[in-house]
Nanobody
């Protein structure tokens, strides 16, 4: 599985962005899809996940109510809608697809929120 993110950028506090993650290759064995982020000097942290079969979503407390993860099965793409952005949301956002044997990661896309 290869993952390519897009949609990052520079936005002001309170603004919105939509990140996309397009997957190529077979995602048949992927049981969880999600987004993580890593700010400078910090560890990578979970942002949101979605279970492909059930559509069940999960969010970090810091983004719940502001971010929305979704999936377009036909396009083999997941999205992360970011709203009401805050400076502390500034980070590189990584797409992740997880099987029982492997973790697949995209190259990351930078989101910068100015105050």
């Amino acid at each position: 599985v290869q993952l390519v993110e897009s949609g990052g950028g520079l936005v002001q506090t309170g603004g919105s962005l939509r990140l996309s993650c397009a997957a190529s290759g077979s995602t048949f064995s992927v049981h969880t899809m999600g987004w993580y982020r890593q700010a400078p000097g910090k560890q990578r942290e979970l942002v949101a996940t979605i279970t492909p079969g059930s559509g069940i979503t999960n969010y970090a407390d810091s983004v719940r109510g502001r971010f929305t993860i979704s999936r377009d099965r036909a396009k083999n793409t997941i999205y992360l809608q970011l709203t009401n952005l805050k400076p502390e949301d500034t980070a590189v956002y990584f797409c992740n697809h997880r099987t029982w044997l492997e973790d697949y990661w995209g190259q990351g896309t930078q989101v910068t929120v100015s105050s």
